[in-house]
């Protein structure tokens, strides 16, 4: 069967709002360290890593062991009505890392589900569906997850169990805070708070959920110190702080283990996905006690934290730790975007190289503006496939080529990638002149 064939198949029995990449699809068969190979035969670079999922690369024997030693005993659910020895001690790891004190971890499946349950128990506990939330953000796809996202193309419906006030990103390229310094930028931000608060909600407020660098929206993130001084008036009226780590968590940044770290700050609430489970079904938030005990009902994740999830996500942190990949990501990200600034400080069309570690975008304008030109970014993104490299897109305007690759790319593999996407762009550009 051609994959031509397996995308017929495909549209005849899946949704047309699931998007599929690149003008002729892509079907990934295998995959070892940081590359994957499709269909064809070909190999490819993996600078994407399933939108960051695949933290530690592809069939990495300790991970693999891990989950085959637990398929070995005959159970792969339980239920968690049941002691679950992988659950406790991946929540025990979870805790101590988390930064927050007196800590308790609820497992979940997904990024979508853990920033649900931070939700939940944000309002319940301040007894408030009143929530601040931050334009251009993403943080689910579920109907609370949607209503907090300030993201256009990803808010599928209008309906609403929560009521939101916005706040500005503080992002450098548009809006009212970019015409400022990044100094002033805070400060605005700040008064903005303050106004949004005076204006738009009735006082008491359950929390702001933020993201402390901006997946889907492009990798877009305020100056460091937003969030620390956010904080300071959250803390004025008793609202909670969640931070979305599904993205920025498990040293991907390189200079933190999390995202917040960045900024000076505790979060109340950190909700994480994504990489912990390395490709397996794995999310959850931690946060303090006093704050996730505040569920009123039965409640339980059917296949949160099951044995099989919590066994890959227990190896995936040991291997993470014992192997200091937060340390990598920066050495290696820092390869890739010294190199990138370099290579196309003379393009126009390149308005920003930005992110931290192993968490890179490139932005893409019509040159002497910051118009967006998502045409030329899916120029770079097809120029990326055909040379060997698999890149992510993004951004509020379809305009930012995102990457994310495993945390354990080595600098050899960095230079062969950074390679790859300079000819892409430069190719790319060629074309539209």
């Not at 693999?64 to 009505?81: D, I, M």
């Not at 949160?304 to 920066?330: E, K, R």
Request: net charge negative.
């Amino acid at each position: 069967m051609t994959s031509a064939d397996l995308l017929a198949r495909h549209r005849a029995v899946l949704p047309s709002w699931m998007p599929l990449y690149y003008a002729e699809p892509l079907e990934l068969v295998a995959g070892s360290g940081r590359r994957v190979t499709d269909a064809a035969g070909r190999s490819y670079l993996d600078f994407f890593g399933g939108v960051l999922t695949t933290m530690v690369g592809h069939d990495i024997p300790e991970i693999r062991e891990a989950v085959e030693r637990q398929l070995r005993t005959g159970l792969v659910h339980t239920s968690t009505l049941y002691l679950i020895r992988q659950q406790v001690e991946l929540a025990e790891k979870v805790a101590r890392l988390s930064g927050i004190p007196d800590a308790r971890v609820f497992f979940t499946n997904s990024g979508t589900e853990a920033n649900e349950a931070a939700l939940l128990v944000a309002t319940n506990h301040r007894r408030s569906h009143q929530i601040l939330a931050v334009r251009n953000s993403y943080h689910g796809r579920s109907y609370a997850a949607m209503g907090v996202t300030g993201n256009r193309s990803w808010s599928a419906s209008a309906l609403n169990p929560l009521q939101v006030a916005w706040l500005h990103s503080g992002e450098r390229l548009r809006g009212l805070l970019a015409r400022l310094d990044a100094d002033d930028r805070i400060d605005a931000a700040v008064e903005d708070l303050r106004e949004v608060l005076a204006t738009q909600t009735a006082g008491d407020v359950a929390c702001l959920i933020a993201e402390p660098i901006q997946g889907v929206g492009g990798f877009v993130h305020g100056p460091d110190g937003l969030l620390a001084a956010w904080k300071k008036v959250l803390d004025e009226h008793g609202i909670l702080l969640i931070s979305d780590e599904v993205q920025t968590g498990w040293g991907r940044t390189g200079e933190h283990f999390w995202g917040y770290q960045a900024h000076g700050v505790t979060p109340d609430l950190l909700t994480f996905a994504k990489g912990v489970g390395n490709g397996f079904a794995l999310a959850g938030v931690v946060g303090r006690a006093e704050i996730l005990e505040s569920v009123p009902a039965i409640s339980f994740s059917t296949f949160g934290g099951n044995p099989i999830s919590t066994a890959a996500g227990n190896a995936v942190l040991d291997y993470l730790l014992d192997h200091d990949l937060q340390a990598n990501a920066a050495r290696v990200g820092a390869i890739l975007a010294d190199g990138l600034r370099a290579a196309t400080a003379d393009l126009d069309q390149v308005a920003e190289v930005r992110g931290k570690g192993l968490m890179l975008a490139v932005e893409f304008v019509r040159p002497g503006t910051v118009e967006p030109d998502a045409e030329l970014t899916t120029r770079v993104f097809e120029a990326c496939r055909a040379g060997g490299l698999l890149v992510g897109k993004g951004g509020l305007y379809g305009n930012v080529v995102r990457m994310g690759p495993p945390l354990t790319l080595t600098e050899d593999e960095a230079r062969e990638g950074l390679a790859i996407l300079v000819d892409a762009i430069r190719t790319a550009v060629g074309a539209a002149a």
